[in-house]
């Protein structure tokens, strides 16, 4: 059972820099995996953020960026603000299926 | 505008049998793949799997594979989620989602995942 890992929860003041990372069990995350980041907060469905490692789509804000570090696919959020306070999940692919990351619970505090 | 307008919420008891639905608009049907996602009361988002509604090819997750049913009417460009007999377990929102895939000039792969449907809340209690 494929497994992708996701920081449980993390905490960030207004104004600064958070970012979440998405590992997965079989190996280092390369592009192969095409990581997709989605948004969701409560009561909403999720909303797609980044797709493909790095590509936003037009509605993504421009302190939102993708990539990959360290054998890890990364979100980047820099200059928080309070409505990103939100659950966050990265998307895999491996081989015609997909596997969520459990997500992160990101506070703006 | 592209959307995916879902059915509505559902009451079951176990046991019975369930068909949720996934209508898609504003877009070919046919060319996208829909994929189904589950999130259970308070959980995250759960991969179910996805079908090619040009020919009703099927990608279930393991953790799927024979629970549920998936398929669709390409006539009124509908996807349906399928219980032949729910649990309590199955208490979930369930999301479907077009997925779009594209190859650009490099031959380089993308893929994402939007609109989503405005999801349908399953609830199974006796």
């Known amino acids: 059972q494929t497994v992708v890992t996701q920081e449980p929860s993390l905490t960030v003041s207004p104004g600064g820099t958070v970012t979440l990372t998405c590992a997965s069990s079989t190996g280092p995350v390369t592009n192969d995996y095409s990581p997709n980041w989605f948004q969701q907060k409560p009561g909403q469905a999720p909303r797609p953020l980044i797709y493909?490692?790095?590509n936003k789509h037009s509605w993504t804000p421009a302190r939102f960026s993708g990539s990959l570090l360290g054998g890890k696919a990364v979100l980047k959020v820099s200059g928080v603000q309070p409505e990103d306070e939100a659950e966050y999940y990265c998307?895999?692919?491996?081989?015609?299926?997909?596997?969520f990351g459990a997500g992160t619970k990101v506070t703006v505090l | 505008e592209v959307q995916l307008v879902q059915s509505g919420a559902e009451v079951k008891k176990p046991g019975e049998s369930l068909r949720i639905s996934c209508q898609g608009s504003g877009y070919s049907f046919t060319t996208y793949w829909i994929s189904w996602v589950r999130q259970m009361p308070g959980k995250g988002l759960e991969w179910m799997g996805r079908?090619?509604?040009?020919?009703?090819?099927?990608n279930y997750s393991p953790s799927f594979q024979g629970l549920v049913t998936f398929s669709t009417d390409k006539s009124i460009s509908t996807a349906y989620l399928q219980w032949d007999s729910l649990k309590a377990s199955d208490t979930a929102i369930y999301y479907c989602?077009?997925?779009?895939?594209?190859?650009?000039?490099?031959?380089?792969?993308?893929?994402?995942?939007?609109?989503w449907g405005q999801g349908t809340l399953v609830t199974v209690s006796s």
């Open positions: 079908i090619d509604p040009s020919d009703s090819y099927i």
């Open positions: 998307l895999l692919y491996y081989n015609g299926a997909y596997v």
């Open positions: 989602v077009r997925q779009v895939q594209h190859y650009d000039s490099s031959g380089f792969y993308y893929d994402w995942f939007d609109p």
């Open positions: 493909s490692t790095s």
